[in-house]
């Protein structure tokens, strides 16, 4: 039964080929999938882009809307809607937000904050 | 008016490379009835007789057995000169040219299992070069190598060590036999 399950047919190469090629497979993940560091957050208030903040200042940013104002944070390279007016309040709830290409929307107080990195990534949003 | 007859002459080398194309091509078939996540994705297990070729006749008999499988498919599939058709081709070609770069590694540390690998990986490189260059130009499709990588190490070893396996317990096949195993139904051997 042993006999199964050791491999003489795999030479010390072939290791070394297999390991390799995880290796390979596992370097093409990271540097193709990572949506990116991001650089600057995009502040759109009623479709129309109210400020473009650098990530690398620590700042709270009001942004006024229809309902009221809505409080962004951008804190040690992360951004998150701190409050704002709309009624379900999901976007304040989507919490912390730091890969480029990420999105919190505050639709009733037409409001959007963006990540961007350096190069534009797609989403299902702009493909 | 005699009805002039053309006829190929064929030796019984060709005779083999004909036989071990076909089971080259039944491998593939039987692949076609497997699900597969993502087209492009499968197990190419046609390959384990390319690479059993490749050990026991050679490279030129297993650049034949490939591309006379990859022929065969395109003409019985309806794929010939269709898009499918030629990035088989791409692959197919790719893994050929490292197979010929794979016979200049020591076989005394590298085996059938690493020539199954990187070949399985020039296929994919092949296929996706001509997929981004020619059928669909747009960075999206950078997405899917990691997962065409992952599969091409994944089914490239197994069909690796299949093929080290058969290699390892099978006798080579003997011109001489041809005649005998055809008369007593014996099965036949790559």
Redesign the interface.
């Known amino acids: 039964m042993l006999s199964h399950l050791s491999?003489?047919?795999?030479?010390?190469?072939?290791w070394?080929?297999?390991f390799a090629?995880?290796a390979?497979?596992a370097f093409?993940?990271a540097t193709?999938?990572q949506g990116g560091a991001a650089d600057k957050a995009v502040i759109r208030s009623g479709g129309k882009i109210f400020r473009e903040a650098s990530l690398a200042t620590n700042q709270t940013i009001d942004v006024p809307g229809p309902l009221g104002v809505t409080h962004i944070a951008i804190t040690d390279r992360r951004v998150r809607v701190a409050s704002d007016p709309s009624p379900r309040q999901y976007c304040v709830r989507q919490g912390w937000i730091a890969q480029a290409g990420e999105i919190a929307i505050c639709l009733p107080n037409q409001v959007s904050v963006e990540l961007r990195g350096r190069q534009r990534n797609?989403d299902s949003l702009n493909? | 008016m005699t009805a002039s007859t053309i006829k190929l002459i064929s030796t019984p080398e060709d005779h083999h490379l004909a036989r071990m194309a076909a089971l080259a091509f039944g491998l593939s078939t039987l692949e076609m009835a497997f699900p597969s996540p993502l087209p492009g994705v499968k197990p190419g297990l046609a390959n384990i007789v390319t690479l059993i070729v490749l050990t026991r006749y050679g490279w030129r008999a297993a650049a034949w057995v490939t591309m006379l499988r990859v022929m065969a498919g395109g003409l019985l599939f309806g794929s010939f000169l269709a898009p499918g058709f030629f990035l088989s081709v791409s692959g197919a070609l790719c893994s050929l040219v490292m197979l010929g770069a794979c016979s200049h590694?020591?076989t005394?540390?590298?085996?059938?299992?690493?020539q199954s690998?990187?070949a399985a990986?020039a296929h994919i490189t092949g296929q996706l070069c001509l997929a981004y260059f020619l059928l669909i130009p747009h960075?999206?499709l950078?997405?899917l190598?990691?997962i065409f990588?992952?599969a091409a190490?994944l089914f490239?070893?197994v069909n690796?060590?299949i093929a080290?396996?058969y290699?390892?317990t099978e006798k080579p096949f003997n011109h001489r036999d041809t005649e005998t195993q055809r008369k007593t139904g014996e099965p036949y051997a790559i």
């Open positions: 491999l003489p047919q795999i030479k010390p190469g072939d070394f080929t297999l090629g995880m390979g497979v093409l993940a193709l999938w797609y493909y | 590694l020591p005394r540390w590298f085996g059938t299992v690493t690998i990187l990986f960075v999206g950078l997405y190598v990691p990588a992952a190490l490239g070893t690796g060590l080290a396996r290699l390892n």
